[in-house]
Structures are given as C-alpha cells and as structure tokens.
T-cell receptor, first 114, second 109 residues
Framework: DTAVSQTPKYLVTQMGNDKSIKCEQN?????MYWYKQDSKKFLKIMFS???????INETVPNRFSPKSPDKAHLNLHINSLELGDSAVYFC?????????????FGPGTRLLVL | GQNIDQPTEMTATEGAIVQINCTYQ??????LFWYQQHAGEAPTFLSY????GLEEKGRFSSFLSRSKGYSYLLLKELQMKDSASYLC??????????FGTGTRLTVIP
C-alpha cells in the first residue's frame, strides 16, 4: 500500500562503481522527481519527468541518468560513483505540473560511497 | 537565482506556540509549501499557500505575504512528536520546488 516506494533503502558501494536506484508510485500521478539531500540536510531537485518526458534537469553531472519506462516508474542510474555522491536520494511524485500540485516523497535511499 | 532563508534551529516547550519564519526570493513564484521531516524519514506535506493570508489546519497554520516574500508556519499546543525539521519550499515554473535548508525544531518538556 506504499504510495511512493524506493529500492534499495541503503546502498554502500566503492568509488568508480555504477549503481541504480528504483522508484515506483501507485498514486496514478503523471509527474515524478528525484531529489538529493546532502549531509547538511539541504534538499535539492535533480530531475523531473512528466508522462515519461524530462521536464526539469537541474545542474547535475551527466554521470546521473534518469530513466522512466512508464509514468509509474522513475529510476536513477549513476555511473562512476564519487565520494561526493554520498547522500540520501528521494523520489517524489505529483498529479501533474500545472498549478499547485503537492509532491509526495518516497522513504529515501541512503547512498554511501567508500 | 533562487534563495530561501529560514532559521537553522529552534527550541520550544511542550504545550507552547512556535512560529517558524521563511523568506524567499525566486524567479517565478506559484506558491509556498511547508514540509515536516523527522530524522531519517521522508519529508511529509503539511500545507501550502497560494494567496496572501493565513491557512489553518488543526494545530498547524501557515501564512503567506507575496509582496514581502515571507511566510511562516505556526505550531500550536506543541507536542514532543513535533520535534522534527520543517522545510520551507517555494514552487516555481513546472512544479519545481526549491527548498530551504530546514529549521530543526526541538520540543522540550
């Protein structure tokens, strides 16, 4: 019954590896997002997809590549992981992008790069 | 650019009232959101304001002044479980949310 779910919850990996984080929402929403929350708890948007199309792409290294196979899923693939990628990554979804739409967050994936 | 300011930390007593202020400067503005985030958990939606004025929701109220670029979250009858971070976020453009760094509220007995 979880509205927005992410896997894995924890991810510990070595520098240079490639990893993926998956996100799924069962709310019937059209828009999904990826956020990064750093050690200072600053939450910053990375990407946003509406109906599988990219609509927001903030200044993020191109090692990060989102993929949306359908509007209920938005996965995040990270190549050549760096120490600075260690953070909590939150997925979120909203009904759409017009007007005021509340975003609902997943439980987060805690990534630690060693 | 986008800039959102809120106090880093606040402490208040159980049963009291606390006001958390937020000022924002954004290019394009649709509305102001408040989220609550307990340690190690996801942010959860509390309220949003589009028009100037006060929105009340039980023990929580939020105020917005668009001309001043100012909002506050008011928490009444504080409970210990209200100890959390409170994130102010301005919505711009295509539902893009810009968050402040959050205010960590500690409620003491």
């Amino acid at each position: 019954d979880t509205a927005v779910s992410q896997t894995p919850k924890y991810l510990v990996t070595q520098m240079g590896n490639d990893k993926s984080i998956k996100c799924e929402q069962n709310l019937g929403h059209d828009t999904m997002y990826w956020y990064k929350q750093d050690s200072k708890k600053f939450l910053k948007i990375m990407f946003s997809y509406n109906n599988k199309e990219l609509i927001i792409n903030e200044t993020v290294p191109n090692r990060f590549s989102p993929k949306s196979p359908d509007k209920a899923h938005l996965n995040l693939h990270i190549n050549s992981l760096e120490l600075g990628d260690s953070a909590v990554y939150f997925c979120a979804s909203s009904k759409g992008t017009s007007g005021i739409e509340t975003q609902y967050f997943g439980p987060g994936t805690r990534l630690l790069v060693l | 650019g986008q800039n959102i300011d809120q106090p880093t930390e606040m402490t208040a007593t159980e049963g009291a009232i606390v006001q958390i202020n937020c000022t924002y400067q954004t290019s394009g503005f649709n509305g102001l959101f408040w989220y609550q985030q307990h340690a190690g958990e996801a942010p959860t939606f509390l309220s949003y304001n589009v028009l100037d004025g006060l929105e009340e929701k039980g023990r929580f109220s939020s105020f917005l002044s668009r001309s001043k670029g100012y909002s506050y979250l008011l928490l009444k009858e504080l409970q210990m479980k209200d100890s959390a971070s409170y994130l102010c976020a301005a919505q711009t453009g295509a539902n893009n949310l810009f968050f402040g760094t959050g205010t960590r509220l500690t409620v003491i007995p």
